[in-house]
């Protein structure tokens, strides 16, 4: 075989080498949509509302199935519990003043991270001295086939130093 031959055969393979290449990555997810903040803002209001109004039940619609809450100084609830711990909590003691700062909201295709922090008062049902807090919190949201979101995941806690040990 000659160079001349050798050549045209060595160009074929590097381009079919090429060809058969790691396809190109993922492209990134599609940046937030106003409608989706929007829509993700909407529901954390309305779920600060429902604790307000004391409907465990309509603020147990807007979880997921498998929600999972993680409440300060508490193990965390998982699941069908989750509503029970609703029930107790609004059993125990009345919110007002309630309102949320949306810190943060970011979407990646049918999951989306609010942060947020928070201002609230809590009067003891049973009798004692409201306590007005202050806190942060992260909910993780899944977008429903609907188009709707969800609250899957809820985390929070107060600003409050911890006890001294």
């Known amino acids: 075989m000659t160079i001349r031959s050798v050549l045209p055969l060595m160009l074929a393979v590097t381009i079919a080498g090429a060809c058969t290449a790691e396809p190109a990555p993922e492209p990134e997810p599609v940046?937030?949509?106003?409608?989706?903040?929007?829509?993700?803002r909407a529901l954390?209001?309305?779920e600060l509302a429902l604790?307000?109004?004391?409907?465990?039940?309509?603020f147990g619609a807007l979880l997921t199935a498998d929600a999972i809450a993680m409440p300060p100084n508490e193990p965390a609830v998982?699941?069908?519990?989750?509503?029970?711990?609703?029930?107790?909590?609004m059993a125990?003691?009345?919110l007002s003043g309630a309102r949320y700062q949306h810190d943060e909201i970011r979407v990646h295709?049918?999951?989306?991270?609010?942060r947020f922090s928070f201002t609230w008062?809590?009067?003891p049902k049973a009798g004692g001295e409201p306590v007005t807090e202050t806190g942060k919190g992260i909910h993780i949201m899944i977008r429903q086939p609907d188009g709707s979101w969800k609250i899957a995941r809820d985390v929070w806690n107060t600003d409050a130093p911890a006890p001294s040990m």
């Open 44 to 46: 954390a209001d309305q």
């Open 121 to 123: 008062t809590m009067t």
């Open 92 to 94: 125990a003691v009345t």
């Open 51 to 58: 604790a307000t109004a004391g409907d465990a039940v309509g």
């Open 78 to 89: 998982t699941g069908a519990a989750v509503q029970e711990w609703l029930q107790n909590f």
């Open 31 to 40: 940046a937030d949509t106003q409608a989706d903040a929007d829509a993700i």
């Open 109 to 114: 295709g049918d999951v989306a991270i609010h």
